[in-house]
């Protein structure tokens, strides 16, 4: 066992699925850094990405597998596509997830649809790998989610791990997956370590994860929200409310069955997402529970969400944004005097 | 010099395209087809001419207005047929459509309704061909209203940056949909564009299939030798509206009765003698396209509907929960 960082949890995935295939390539702006100055010492692999998780992939595997691109994600994801189909495995970078404007055409109109519009004929073996979230004081264009922009695209598959050991285990499976897949690293959970078994071998996309057993209230925690579901369900446990958290990990698919087991066991649900409440991935699972388990709640379904705003810059304010372990707390005790 | 096999088959495929338009134009107007259809009466020697120039197996992509690349680089017309009909033994199993036309087992990687989505998919097919060190030559075609479009210029960018010897073909055929390209381009020639890329460029009269073959063929050697991109522009004009059922009133008589001079079947029958065919080698020729186009509407309309539920497959390789929930 060793404890890692989901920084280095992915950065070793990535380096594993390297080594394992040799089709496997990466195209990015600065995944490397240093482009252009090879002949300065010091200056390859300067970067590794603006987080530096990809660092040290362009010295051990050159240039020809691992491609500082322009800033042209339409041009590089278009090309990621084509190099899917064609044979290779590409992985991509997008910056951050709200760039996702720039290149949604190539995700939405043809990663997602060469193989259904054109007769299953046709497979797209690619990984977008992206940064979400808020509480980086990075502003509106720097800090969304947007877990449901892709969830809803039928033909993607949407990854969200929370810690070290899922991003791990999870971006070996989306590197080995024959669909695309979206693969969202939350910015403030990078730094965040776990055990991670060297040998761990690649988690299923779809399953999700129980993180703690509990009999009174289920919460429904995604990415970074398993850490406030965690902390309140630490604080809650002190006066004797037992909270089951559930991580579905994935969303698209998603882990519907383990959802409902939880919900039939405790009767009472919230759901906690940082992204905006409208057609989130809140609103999408709570949807789930009152068709299917409706004669099995004992209250109406909590969201606690980010409001229908922009992510605000200012600390006061980014954090009134985020939802909080104080929030989850409140909504847990009124759902338990029900 | 080119061999008579090669003479004949671009002749062949030329015929057949245009009566394959003709054909479903004249069907869309008799009765309903579904959806939306673009034909290409116009292009034909530029779908022949570069695919003469191209393997079997050689990637493309195409776009909406694509029935005449489908059938120039080897798609079944059975299968073309039926799935404009929206048939279950259509190419695409009905899923596609007339404007999704697209048969990757010929090298097709795909027929988009997204203007400029095409280029930066070949692109990554050509990065693939280079890191494989594999040969296969990777033709993107669009028109000329794709041009303004962010897409094609980051792949243009990427592909002259990466070294990547792809072939951008332009078919200029004088309007985006119902803009003329003479307002719309800010360059004197449409392939100025490619200057900001310092990519090699040829323009050629996309009318005339021989000539459309000998730049392809040229610039696919050329592209392979340097290790660079090359954009080809052909000019030709499209008598086709943008779709079936277009009143075309932007398109002047008198402009379309000039162009009709450089019709390129017109041009394909007037050079025939040159290529060594006769008048009764043509005849028969126009004959077989005749009778496959035939044939091909023949099968279609025999063709079962897909069923419904059909709709739930094939949207993921693997997928562990119901599609339908």
Known sequence: MTIKTVKDAINDALVQSFEEDKNVILMGEDIAGGKGREQYQGTQDAWGGPFGVTQGLYTKFGGERVRDTTIAEAGFFGAAIGAAMTGLRPIVELMYVDFAGVCFDQMMNQAAKVRYMFGGKQKVPMVVRTVVGAGFRAGSEHSQTLYSLYTHIPGLKVVAPYDAYDAKGLLLSSIKDDDPVIFMEHKRLYMTSCEVPDDLKPIPIGKGRIRREGTDVTIIAIQRMNLFAEEAADELEKINISCEIVDPRTYSPLDEELIFQSVKKTGKVIVVDESNPKCSLASEISSLISEKCFSDLKAAVIKITAPHTPVPFSPPMEDFYIPSTKKIIDAVKKLKDV | ?325
């Open chain 2, 1 to 325: 010099m080119i061999e008579k096999e090669k003479i004949n088959w671009i002749y062949k495929k030329i015929f057949t395209i245009r009566f394959f338009e003709e054909r479903i134009k004249k069907i869309a107007k008799e009765k309903t087809v579904p959806g939306y259809l673009h034909t290409c009466i116009g292009s034909e020697a530029i779908c022949v001419g570069v695919m003469a120039a191209l393997n079997q197996d050689d990637w493309i992509s195409s776009t909406y207005r694509n029935h005449g690349h489908a059938i120039a680089k080897g798609c079944e017309l059975n299968e073309i047929t039926s799935e404009i009909y929206g048939r279950k033994t259509g190419i695409c199993k009905g899923r596609g459509g007339s404007m999704h036309i697209s048969d990757f087992s010929k090298g097709m990687l795909g027929s988009f309704g997204i203007v400029a989505a095409g280029p930066a998919v070949v692109l990554g097919a050509a990065l693939q061909e280079k890191i494989n060190k594999s040969n296969k030559t990777c033709v993107s075609f669009f028109g000329d209203g794709a041009i303004h479009n962010g897409a094609f210029h980051e792949a243009a960018g990427l592909a002259k940056l990466w070294d990547i010897p792809m072939i951008f073909v332009c078919e200029n055929n004088g309007y985006a949909e119902a803009t003329a390209t003479d307002w719309h381009l800010n360059t004197k020639e449409l392939s100025d564009i490619t200057k900001a890329y310092d990519m090699l460029s040829y323009i050629g009269d996309g009318n005339n299939v021989f000539e459309v073959y000998d730049i392809t063929k040229k610039a696919i050697n050329e592209a392979k030798q340097k290790n660079t991109p090359i954009f080809l522009e052909f000019k030709n004009y499209r008598f086709s509206g943008q779709y079936e059922g277009d009143t075309q009133l932007y398109q002047p008589q008198e402009e379309i009765d000039k162009a009709k001079q450089n019709d390129p079947i017109k041009l394909a029958k007037e050079n025939s003698s040159k290529y060594g065919l006769n008048k009764n080698d043509l005849e028969k020729i126009i004959n077989e396209a005749k009778e496959e186009v035939d044939k091909a509407f023949d099968f279609a309309d025999t063709q079962p509907w897909p069923q419904p539920e059909d709709a739930l497959e094939e949207v993921y390789v693997n997928y562990p929960v119901e599609i339908n929930r």
